[in-house]
């Protein structure tokens, strides 16, 4: 890659960061209209100090840095993710199509773990956030422009709590049974 751009929100750190690594030879061939601002030769040339640099979001991606560090890395956080993720859609694919996930299973996120609940019924999905809010789980509804469920499963949300949600949803399913 040329290029590796992305904002440090939800995994890195608090939003309004962004890590860039650009390759060297890729370093002073921007557009002749590119601002100086947005040019990698200054950012280079400054010690990526051309303008201030966010330092509160600086500290704070450090400080997830060294907690990933201290998890044991990237292969030991991802193997984390996989795993939360594992648990969630278990729950999902072994449900009978109560609860089902719009996404193939091999484009499926090991972040944002979508789901319907009863086939997109609105009032049984209103009713499952309602009982998860009552056990402590807030923000899973669904973005406003497709609606059900989404578990954000980032990186700081551990294997225990994401148990807790996977024991509400089998609660949840077992409650609508009876």
Not at 27 to 55: C, F, H, R, W
Not at 74 to 85: F, G, L
Not at 111 to 121: K, L, S, T
Request: with cysteine; hydrophobic share 40%; charged share 20%.
């Amino acid at each position: 890659h040329g290029i590796v751009f992305g904002g440090t929100q939800k995994n890195l750190g608090a939003a309004g960061l962004t890590i860039v690594i650009v390759r060297k030879d890729l370093i002073g061939k921007q557009q002749k209209l590119t601002p100086a601002i947005l040019s990698y030769k200054e950012m280079q040339d400054n010690d990526s100090l051309y303008n201030t640099p966010a330092v509160y979001g600086m500290y704070i991606t450090n400080l997830v840095l060294k907690w990933i560090r201290d998890m044991g890395g990237v292969d030991a956080i991802a193997e984390m993710n996989k795993k939360k993720a594992g648990m969630l859609y278990e729950v999902i694919d072994s449900s009978n199509g109560f609860y089902t996930c719009p996404v193939d299973k091999k484009c499926r996120s090991f972040m944002n773990i979508c789901f319907r609940v009863q086939g997109g019924n609105d009032a049984v999905e209103a009713e499952f956030l309602k009982g998860a809010a009552d056990r402590g789980m807030i923000s899973l509804k669904g973005h406003r422009s497709v609606g059900g469920i989404r578990a954000s499963i980032y990186n700081a949300v551990t294997v225990e709590e994401t148990g807790i949600l996977v024991d509400w949803m089998r609660d949840f399913m077992a409650s609508q049974a009876a």
